[in-house]
């Protein structure tokens, strides 16, 4: 079966470095790879989305890259800030089952002041 | 445009009560999806419904758990008889209709049954 893995230890990083967290995954490559924040107490929000065809996406301070030859999205955030200490969270669906969405457990992300 | 809106967001049950957790979709979208989440086990999908038709629900226990989205009114989520392993996060998130490429969710704030 399919599986969705992030790297589970906690990310810590200084301000104004560059966060770089991992999403592996295994078996078939997805149609669709999501990236999602979540705060405590909170739901998740999207944040960006990247197709397989795509080797890479951009969206103001955040990026995502999708390599299907190592089974492997990364997404990064540049310039971090103590305000994007969160947990971020990948999820994919494949292509004819578009509704259904696989999600691994996120990893934590804390940027120091 | 009020997005997804869950309640209550707290709820406190002592076991052999019933929980219900309702949730009202953003503006527009017609798919409601259920997830659990626990600390250590991440976002579980429980199931997902379309206005009055449950299309899947392989991620539902078999027993004392239910879901409906009727014609009119919020999708409800309902667990009977609580046991204190349903103590958990409650997510609802919802999606429009004609999916055309990726379903992108809109999650809602969540509900957080503790059961004593």
């Known amino acids: 079966s399919q599986k969705i893995e992030q790297n589970s230890e906690a990310l810590n990083i200084q301000e104004g470095k560059t966060a770089t967290l991992t999403c592996n995954y295994t078996n078939y490559s997805p149609a669709y790879l999501q990236w999602y924040r979540q705060d405590p107490g909170r739901g998740p929000v999207f944040l960006l989305l990247i197709r397989e065809n795509e080797k890479e996406k951009r969206k103001e301070r955040l990026k995502v890259t999708f390599d299907t030859t190592l089974k492997q999205s990364l997404f990064h955030i540049t310039a971090s800030q103590p305000a994007d200490s969160a947990t971020y969270l990948c999820a994919f669906t494949f292509a004819g089952n578009n509704r259904k969405l696989i999600w691994g457990l996120g990893t934590s992300l804390a940027v120091n002041p | 445009n009020a997005g997804v809106m869950q309640n209550p967001r707290h709820l406190v049950r002592r076991r052999g009560q019933e929980a219900r957790l309702r949730c009202s979709p953003m503006?527009?979208?017609?798919?409601v999806y259920w997830y659990r989440q626990l600390p250590e086990e991440g976002l579980k999908f429980m199931v997902y419904?379309?206005?009055?038709?449950?299309?899947?629900e392989s991620g539902m226990p078999k027993e004392r758990f239910s879901a409906e989205f009727p014609k009119e009114g919020p999708s409800i989520l309902r667990i009977q008889q609580v046991v204190r392993g349903d103590s958990a996060a409650y997510f609802c998130a919802s999606s429009p209709p004609g999916l055309s490429g990726a379903n992108v969710l809109t999650f809602g704030a969540g509900s957080r049954l503790t059961v004593l």
């Open positions: 419904l379309q206005k009055e038709n449950i299309i899947d």
């Open positions: 503006k527009g979208h017609s798919h």
